[in-house]
């Protein structure tokens, strides 16, 4: 098993904050992914990340896959309360298996 | 429509009964999957099917056991569960497997609770 270390397990923080989630690991992956998920909701894709040390966008949130591809970062710029939600990262090396990180419980106060 | 459907979303079973979840996806995807997300708990990918073979089964309990009837279809038959099989259990699909790039679109969950 390729065990995904995520922290902080838990975040609370104020609108307009910023903060950073972290998603580690001893073992290298083709592939990083992140996920969030809603409460009643499945996980809904955010990211994919394949390059060693490659940096991505999506309007407040940037994601970056650390050198070694063994880890990598979510950072959220003056978070929301839309924001909120559990945050999952995955990665994969076959495509058949994907590995999920223990999950960030974020929650974004108005 | 949207894209990967499950039924029930709820159930409450006891230990010597029989169900069924089921899943849909609307979406043409050629892999379907089950996971199992339980409390405090990492997501865990349960069964892997492709163009309607299974493909990965990762040590599962026989009491729990997949079918795939077609590439727009995924059902998983429950009997004599335990209560530490109470969990969320999560469909997803993807156009392919074997693509470590792949997007998993996944469906809302059955809450299953075991009595």
């Known amino acids: 098993t390729q065990l995904l270390e995520q922290s902080p397990q838990f975040l609370s923080i104020q609108e307009g904050e910023n903060l950073t989630v972290y998603c580690n690991s001893s073992?290298?992956?083709?592939?990083l992914q992140w996920y969030r998920q809603e409460p009643g909701e499945g996980p809904v894709l955010l990211v994919t990340v394949v390059t060693g040390g490659e940096v991505k966008k999506l309007k407040r949130l940037t994601f970056q896959f650390g050198d070694a591809r063994k880890d990598s970062s979510l950072h959220i710029t003056a978070a929301q309360p839309g924001d909120t939600g559990l945050y999952l990262c995955?990665?994969?090396?076959?495509?058949?298996?994907?590995?999920f990180g223990t999950g960030t419980s974020l929650t974004v106060i108005p | 429509e949207t894209g990967v459907t499950q039924t029930p979303r709820h159930l409450v079973m006891g230990m010597t009964n029989k169900k069924s979840l089921k899943c849909e996806q609307h979406?043409?995807?050629?892999?379907m999957y089950w996971y199992k997300q339980s409390a405090k708990k990492p997501l865990e990918l349960m069964f892997v099917?492709?163009?309607?073979?299974?493909?990965e089964n990762n040590s599962v309990p026989s009491r729990f056991s997949p079918e795939c009837p077609n590439s727009s279809h995924l059902f998983l038959h429950l009997h004599t569960l335990q209560p530490e099989d109470s969990a969320l259990y999560l469909c997803?699909?993807?156009?392919?497997?074997?693509?470590?790039?792949?997007?998993?679109?996944f469906g809302p969950g059955t809450r299953l609770t075991v009595l």
């Open positions: 997803a699909s993807s156009q392919t497997t074997g693509t470590p790039t792949d997007t998993q679109y």
């Open positions: 099917y492709s163009l309607e073979e299974r493909v």
């Open positions: 995955a990665g994969s090396n076959t495509g058949n298996q994907f590995y």
């Open positions: 979406l043409g995807h050629n892999a």
């Open positions: 073992s290298v992956f083709s592939s």
